[in-house]
């Protein structure tokens, strides 16, 4: 009988990537394993349609629920269908929007997620204050149509592009403000969307400053993932295009912050960069992640030169 304790160790990092559900839900565990992901983010039904051909079967929840190396990821959860806009004018689309949260929402639940990431919304015109009240109250609908539900809606920072809101921190504290239940809201920060907004992460100083404002605006107690992508476009461009980590305009000094401070050590980082059917390019993108939590910084001569 051992009677020694094994040596401390401390928890390999919270991180992982967007994964395809292609084939089943049970999948996205496989290919998310295979990067050596510790936390994944999946959608819970096409992305590009409003609504899901089919509602999930037993056997595919069971295949989900009880896949033998589920518990390896500490951190699984949704991102919503780029179709939704909770602020949108059109009738129809606003209708089907709460309609289709609604049903993502019951996925989720059902994949017993503890959150769906939601792009707030875009007014298409009517203004900001028009858009945001749209958001609210839509939210309240669906909540108030979904009782039992336990998954959160995790508002995500956008890039502000076109006339989408959520690329400041006011608006979303805001939307928690108004909100009819708040306690089942939270936040997602994509590093891509707050640089394009205005944040200039491409400094540790920049990037901690940005953190103290969302902490003062919105509480860091909301926040529930990071999305870690590097910015083909510059800062405050607001246009959203993702990079891979350390080849945009953004380069490593968000990844390093985030994969060293303590406050983020529970928070999953996940990676929404492009990549092929093999996914080589999320095994590097998590290999730059897991080494700056662990390397020391060093200067290389390139470093000391650039302005
Ligand atoms: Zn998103
Ligand atoms: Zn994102």
Not at 88 to 114: G, H, I, T, W, Y
Not at 231 to 248: A, I, N, P, T, Y
Request: hydrophobic share 40%; charged share 25%; with cysteine.
């Amino acid at each position: 009988m051992k009677t020694t304790k094994p040596p401390p160790q401390s928890a390999p990092p919270l991180i992982g990537a967007h994964m395809s559900t292609a084939g089943g839900m049970a999948l996205a565990i496989d290919r998310a394993l295979s990067v050596d992901c510790t936390a994944m983010q999946i959608f819970v039904k096409n992305n590009m349609q409003w609504f899901a051909a089919a509602p999930f079967t037993e056997a595919e929840l069971r295949a989900f629920h009880e896949h033998p190396r589920r518990g390896e990821l500490r951190s699984v959860f949704g991102h919503s269908g780029y179709l939704i806009n909770l602020a949108a004018v059109n009738p129809d689309f606003a209708e089907k929007s709460r309609r289709a949260l609604a049903d993502e929402l019951a996925r989720a639940d059902q994949l017993r997620l503890p959150f769906l990431v939601l792009h707030p919304g875009a007014h298409m015109g009517a203004g900001e204050e028009a858009g945001l009240q749209k958001i609210v109250a839509g939210l309240d609908e669906v909540f108030a149509k979904l009782p039992q539900v336990k998954t959160r809606v995790a508002l995500e920072t956008t890039a502000g592009q076109g006339t989408s809101l959520g690329h400041t921190f006011e608006e979303l504290a805001w939307i928690l403000a108004h909100s009819a239940h708040p306690e089942r809201l939270c936040v997602c920060a994509d590093t891509a969307h707050l640089f394009a907004a205005g944040f200039d992460l491409s400094t540790e100083a920049g990037t901690r400053e940005t953190f103290e404002r969302f902490d003062r605006v919105i509480g860091l107690e909301r926040l529930v993932a990071v999305h870690c992508n590097d910015s083909k476009v510059g800062l405050g461009s607001r246009v959203d295009r993702h990079e891979h980590l350390g080849k945009g305009k953004i380069g490593l000094a968000p990844f390093r912050f985030l994969m060293r401070d303590p406050r983020f050590a529970a928070i999953p980082k996940v990676l929404e960069t492009p990549k092929g059917k093999e996914m080589e390019e999320d095994r590097v993108n998590l290999g730059i992640l897991r080494e700056l939590a662990t390397a020391t910084p060093r200067k290389t001569p390139s470093q000391r030169s650039s302005p």
